[in-house]
C-alpha cells in the first residue's frame, strides 16, 4: 500500500505515519504539507501514480499559481492524476457551509472531523474505505442529511452569499464576487430570510450560525 498524507501539522503527520506504519508495515508514506507540494510531488514524481490512498486536511497553504486553494482543490487535482486513488478528507471545521462545500466539490471516499479521530477509528475508517469505498462518520452523514430539508442552503451561491455576509461584506458588493446579478443576490437573500424566519441581513448571519451553517 501506498499513502499519500497532506497537513501543514508536523506532528499530527507524524501522527496518522505511526498510525499506518504500525498496522500496514509494509506500506510507503509520503507526507507533504502544502499544495505546492501537492503539485510537485504529483506532478514530477512517477512515484506518484502508485498512490493508493491520500488523507488531505481541507486547511492547508494556498499554490494561487496552479488554482489550489485548500484540501478540496488538491484531492480533485490528485484524482485527475490518479483516478482510482481513494481520498479521505479530515477538517477541523463542523460548520454546515464547510461540510456541504467538502462533499459536492471533492466527493471524498471517506470524510471525517478531525474531533472525531482516534487512532482506532482512523484504523477503521481506512479499512472501510478500502474494502467498501465509501465512509463517511456519522456526524458528517447527520449534517449531510439535515441539510437536505432545506434545498435552499445547499445552493453553492447561497453558501458563498452567508459566508460573505458573515464576513462583513455588504450586499451591494456581492455581485463583484459572485458572478450572478444585484437582484438575483437579494431574491435568494429575501428567500433565505424566510426559511431561516429572520427580518434583515444580521438576522439572517445570526439564524445561520445558530443553525451550524456558519
Do not use: W
Amino acid at each position: 500500500m501506498n499513502f499519500v498524507i497532506i497537513d501543514d501539522h508536523p506532528f499530527i503527520l507524524e501522527g496518522y505515519a505511526n498510525v499506518i506504519k504500525q498496522n500496514y508495515p509494509q506500506s510507503t508514506i509520503v507526507k507533504l504539507a502544502s499544495c505546492e507540494a501537492v503539485f510537485d510531488y504529483f506532478s514530477n514524481n512517477a512515484e506518484a501514480k502508485r498512490t493508493d490512498m491520500v488523507l488531505v486536511d481541507f486547511n492547508i497553504p494556498s499554490f494561487e499559481e496552479e488554482q489550489l486553494k485548500n484540501g478540496i482543490d488538491a484531492a480533485n487535482f490528485i484524482r485527475q492524476i490518479i483516478p482510482y486513488c481513494k481520498v479521505i478528507l479530515l477538517t477541523a471545521h463542523t460548520e454546515k457551509i464547510y461540510i456541504l462545500d467538502i462533499i459536492k466539490n471533492a466527493k471524498p471516499d471517506g470524510f471525517v472531523t478531525k474531533g472525531e479521530l482516534t487512532p482506532e477509528y482512523l484504523l477503521e475508517l481506512i479499512q472501510i474505505v478500502l474494502d467498501q469505498g465509501k465512509f463517511y462518520s456519522d456526524f458528517i452523514q447527520k449534517t449531510f442529511n439535515e441539510s437536505l430539508n432545506d434545498k435552499s442552503l445547499i445552493d453553492d451561491y447561497n453558501r458563498q452569499i452567508l459566508y460573505l455576509l458573515s464576513k462583513g461584506y455588504k450586499i451591494v458588493e456581492l455581485d463583484k464576487i459572485i458572478p450572478i446579478s444585484y437582484s438575483a443576490i437579494q431574491k435568494r437573500i429575501a428567500k433565505m430570510k424566510q426559511v431561516m424566519k429572520a427580518q434583515d441581513d444580521k438576522g439572517l448571519v445570526k439564524a445561520a450560525i445558530e443553525n451550524g451553517y456558519l
